[in-house]
Structure formats: C-alpha cells, structure tokens
C-alpha cells in the first residue's frame, strides 16, 4: 500500500496536530487487537512439532513489519510451515487513503506480542525450542521495521537464539523455494506497493537487475488509481481494483501501454496513471455514485489491462535476455503483492507456456507481506552462516535500513533508471554486503546443513 499523503506521514509540530493524531492511534489500535484474535482462530493450523519427529529438523521463527502488516511464522529449516499469523492494518490506514507510518508503527506494537504467542502456539512450541530468529530489516518504514528489529533481538538474547538480518525484497523472492523446487538461477519479477524490478537470482544474496521503475511502481499506481475512483482499499488498493475490474469493459478507453518505444526491461506508471486520472475527471467527475459506477469500472479494467500489459511485455523482454546470456535458466518467479493478481498470473501463464518456460508464483497469502518469506529468507543465509549475535534491545536505535538496494550489479543491456535524490542508495546494497562477507569468510556447506559459524555482514556505507 502507498504511503497517505504528506500531511499525515509528518508531524507538523503543532499540538492540535498531535492531540489529534493520538486520537487516531487510540483509536486504530482496538480494531488490530481484535483483528489478532479473529485472525487466530481462522488461521490455526494442525501441525504441531514434535522434537524426536521432526529429526534434524530446526525451526527459525520470522518477523515482518516493514510497512503495513505484522507477520510472524515458523518454519523449518526443511521448508515446512508450521505457523503463519498475521495482523492486517488495512482498517487503521483505510481512511487515509495511504499507510500513515506513526499509525502503523503504534499498531506493529499493539500486534506484535500477541502475533509472536500466536505463531507459537500455532506450531506447538515454546521461543526456546527455536534455533533462530529472522527479521526485516530493510527496505522499509524505518519506524516500522524498528518494532520488529527490536522484538528479534529481545527473543534473540533472551533465549540465546541466531540473529538473522534478512532483506524484505529478497524473501519476496525466495519464499517461492519453500513450496516447489526452483533451483538457481532463475529470473525474478518483484512486483509491490514499493517496489518493481527484474532481476536474475544466481545464488542467495547475489542478484543482477535487468530493469526497475523510472518512476512509480505498478502497485502504487493501482493504489492511486483505486483511490481517484473511489474504491474503498480493503485489503488494499490493488485487491479493491482487481474486483472492481471484473465489472467493466477492458476495451471501452484506450489507454497507452508504458515505454513502447524503449528496448529495455525498465518499467514506468507515472505516465499512465496520470492519463487515467484525466480520463477519470473527463469521463467520471466528482464523486463516486451508482450514475457512474458503470464508467469507473470501465476505467479500472482498462487501466489493469494497460498495467499488466506493460508488465508483461517487460517479462518477455526479460526471458529473452536471459537466453541469450544465462542460457540454463528456465523459472522465473513473480512474488510480492501484485503478483496475487489473477491478471497478470494468467497473461504470464500464457507466454512463458510459449516459451516452454517454468512460471512460479507463490501463493497469494505468502505474495503479500507474511512472516513464512523471512524466516525461509533466514534459513537460506543460515546455511551460508550469514547470522549474527543480538544486541540489547534497550540500548537506543537498531540496525534498519530503510532505503537498501538488493543489488548494485546492473545487466550491461539496461540502461540506469533515474534515480532522485531521496532515493538515492544511501546503504549498500545486499549482493556486495553478501560477497564481502563470504569472501572474508568461506563457507564450504552451501549445503543443507546450518552453518555453526556466524559471518557479521560488513557495516553499511
């Protein structure tokens, strides 16, 4: 989900503006508490996880607070699932049209304790049966993903568990792996709220970009376009214009597929979603209502069409790069948010089934922000030894990392996407992070086995 508008992510400063956002925290921190419960008995699962069954089996709980959901699993270092609780804030943010990063962050820690007692109760342990604990520390809202930081590193030392730091995008893409057998490399599409990238994933913390967003990503613009037709965003703004899609006519507007005439695997909605909004206030001004609701619909199934066009195309574009370049590879994933798109699922189906090409999307539960994704995320850098010893909670600011590429390695054929200066790199990216660290420190079991020797990833630039 996209972040609300500037007047309500920043402190004015005033006390009217501060007395009335505690309101609003009170307030949004009831429904979450209460989502927690109901989300509880919907979610239970049967498994629960018996020490002398399980065998060599050992058990990593993962923390997701990025942005909007609190997610919290366990998982098995053999890629069983043995919990999955979630806390959705899609009712806190709902009337903001946008995350509200102080909101969220109150509501990560009215969920957080109950979330955690839940996925371990939900797996039929206690916190010092587990061997580790993984965490999203980036990229993200750094208010958020401090909630998350600091609960890990308190379950860290408290039980004397393995810390692992894991980057959000590169458990989008490797959550895939837990479910079905992808073997590197393969070609990956991480499609989000944040986030819109083609990557080849050689090994597990080595990636090379293909292309990105020039501008804005393809969920922040079904975001916006859900808001300018006045849909309500739950689940969210991407959900809400999916349904919404199905009643209308695909080929009433025509609007312009991005970037046509450029030869690169680059992405751009700016452009596009600004077409739609003057479609919008030509076609359907002023407010929703049921004398235009044919018209909108109209509008939001053009739109997707146009959306998943360019997506798709983009796709094409990448697996013929990687035929000429990488020529064993022949999976590609698509993970994170938008992916939960039947759309776009079927579009993909349909050309890498031409290509004689293995399209593998997660299920939509584990496309969203979930905590299964990092803790897989922590046992894929568990075996390379990618772990480290938790600092006391208490001691002030954690290590978060807001605004961190997964990788600065660019395919000579893409040209570099604009960048603006807020955000520039400002830490370094996960791929050179990860291959300082195991040059300094070898590791001989890319195996399955747990490494027992810790690797701290160099300080961040």
């Known amino acids: 989900m996209a972040l609300a508008p500037d007047k309500y992510c920043h402190s004015s400063g005033s006390v009217r503006m501060q007395r009335s956002l505690m309101q609003v925290l009170k307030r949004a921190c009831k429904p979450v508490q209460l989502a927690w419960s109901s989300q509880r008995r919907a979610r239970h699962q049967q498994n629960v996880y018996s020490a002398s069954a399980g065998g060599s089996e050992e058990l990593v709980l993962g923390i997701e607070t990025s942005c909007d959901d609190t997610g919290v699993a366990v998982v098995s270092t053999t890629g069983r699932v043995l919990s999955d609780a979630l806390v959705s804030q899609a009712d806190v943010h709902a ?11 109150e509501a990560h ?3 957080m304790d109950g979330c955690v007692r839940d996925a371990l109760e939900q797996a039929g342990i206690q ?27 308190q379950l860290a030392q408290q039980f004397n568990l393995r810390l692992v730091p894991v980057h959000h995008m590169e458990a989008h893409a490797l959550v895939a792996r837990t479910a079905t057998d992808v073997q590197f490399p393969f070609l990956c599409m991480l499609v989000s709220g944040g986030h819109n990238m083609l990557l080849v994933a050689h090994q597990v913390g080595n990636y090379t970009l293909l292309g990105s967003t020039l501008d804005d990503s393809v969920g922040e613009a079904f975001d916006k376009v859900a808001r300018l037709l006045g849909l309500e965003l739950r689940p969210n703004g991407g959900a809400a214009l999916e349904a919404f899609a199905k009643q209308g006519d695909p080929h009433r507007f025509k609007f312009t597929v991005p970037l046509q005439r450029h030869n690169d695997c680059n992405f751009s909605y ?22 235009n609701l044919q018209t909108r619909a109209d509008l939001a199934a053009c739109f997707q069409r146009s959306a998943i066009t360019h997506l798709t195309q983009r796709c094409q ?6 035929k000429e370049s990488h020529p064993e590879v022949q999976t590609m994933v698509v993970a994170g948010g938008v992916a939960c798109n039947q759309m776009l699922r079927d579009s993909l189906e349909q050309f890498t089934q031409e290509a004689d090409w293995q399209l593998v999307c997660p299920k939509p ?18 075996r390379l030894g990618l772990w480290e ?37 400002i830490f370094t990216s996960l791929t050179e992070l990860t291959a300082e660290a195991l040059s300094n420190h070898p590791v001989t079991a890319l195996a399955p086995a747990i490494s027992n020797h810790p690797i701290t990833v160099p300080a961040v630039s």
């Not at 916190?127 to 590193?153: F, W």
């Not at 452009?271 to 909004?277: I, T, W």
């Not at 922000?369 to 922590?378: F, P, R, S, T, Y």
Request: aromatic share 4%; hydrophobic share 45%; with cysteine.
């Open 317 to 322: 574009r990448a697996v013929a790069w990687a």
């Open 389 to 425: 010893s938790p600092k006391d909670s208490a001691e002030g600011e954690l290590d978060v990392r807001p605004r961190w590429p997964l990788t600065d390695r660019r395919d000579p054929r893409s040209m570099p996407a604009t960048k603006s200066m807020r955000k520039s790199r």
């Open 127 to 153: 916190a010092q049966d587990l061997h580790a604990v993984a965490v999203s520390i980036g990229p993200g809202l750094s208010p958020c993903l401090q909630v998350g930081v600091r609960k890990a590193h």
């Open 95 to 105: 009337a903001f049209g946008g995350v509200v990063p102080m909101l969220a962050m």
């Open 270 to 291: 700016a452009g596009l979603k600004n077409s739609v909004r003057l479609a919008i206030e030509a076609e359907a001004p002023g407010p929703a209502t049921d004398a």
């Open 365 to 382: 539960s584990l496309c969203t922000d979930n905590g299964v994704m990092v803790a897989w995320a922590g046992v894929e850098r568990l």
């Open 109 to 111: 820690k009215a969920a």
